[in-house]
T-cell receptor
Framework: QKEVEQNSGPLSVPEGAIASLNCTYSDRVSQSFFWYRQYSGKSPELIMSIYSNGDKEDGRFTAQLNKASQYVSLLIRDSQPSDSATYLCAVSGNAGNMLTFGGGTRLMVKP | DTEVTQTPKHLVMGMTNKKSLKCEQHMGHRAMYWYKQKAKKPPELMFVYSYEKLSINESVPSRFSPECPNSSLLNLHLHALQPEDSALYLC?????????????FGPGTRLLVL
């Protein structure tokens, strides 16, 4: 059984702070890792994808991957109230194009 | 452009009704997906179509019947649903049916079964 684990939160950070979201996965052959943002009542939208160990930056977002530790994280710098949403970690691997989602972390950014 | 469209946005149906959900993409993607999402839960994969052929069926009850008429369209036919089937139904697509490919989601159809 492939598992992707996230702290459900809520994670509360003040505006302008760094939000750190974490995800662990159980399947060692996982190859691709995605972070989606989902606002209440809306569909998931892609924030970042990462495939190799290390950091990947895109604007205020940085994804970090450590395959040895089976750990992927998302850092949001200069957090804004508009970043308040549920962040879903998703993993896929050699089983093809099946995404396994974590339960999501609810982020609240307070003005 | 990474747009996936879904109709209808909302659907209310009785347990004896037959209805269909529609999904469309014009990005030339060759893989399309149906997910079901209950409140405060992550999306759960239902079906995967690769090159217009059903490649994955995650043991979904037969009251859900997918159809892929062409490379741009994906339907989900609903019949004799139960109240517990009420959920947000999400369609997604990706360039190719490979693990490296990003899946792009449509806005979803919110289904209520009475």
């Amino acid at each position: 059984q492939k598992e992707v684990e996230q702290n459900s939160g809520p994670l509360s950070v003040p505006e302008g702070a760094i939000a750190s979201l974490n995800c662990t996965y159980s399947d060692r052959v996982s190859q691709s890792f995605f972070w989606y943002r989902q606002y209440s009542g809306k569909s998931p939208e892609l924030i970042m994808s990462i495939y190799s160990n290390g950091d990947k930056e895109d604007g205020r977002f940085t994804a970090q991957l450590n395959k040895a530790s089976q750990y992927v994280s998302l850092l949001i710098r200069d957090s804004q109230p508009s970043d308040s949403a549920t962040y879903l970690c998703a993993v896929s691997g050699n089983a093809g194009n099946m995404l396994t989602f974590g339960g999501g972390t609810r982020l609240m950014v307070k003005p | 452009d990474t747009e996936v469209t879904q109709t209808p946005k909302h659907l209310v149906m009785g347990m004896t009704n037959k209805k269909s959900l529609k999904c469309e993409q014009h990005m030339g993607h060759r893989a399309m997906y149906w997910y079901k999402q209950k409140a405060k839960k992550p999306p759960e994969l239902m079906f995967v179509y690769s090159y217009e052929k059903l490649s994955i069926n995650e043991s979904v009850p037969s009251r859900f019947s997918p159809e892929c008429p062409n490379s741009s369209l994906l339907n989900l036919h609903l019949h004799a649903l139960q109240p517990e089937d009420s959920a947000l139904y999400l369609c997604a697509s990706s360039q190719e049916p490979r693990y490296q490919e990003t899946q792009y989601f449509g806005p979803g159809t919110r289904l209520l079964v009475l």
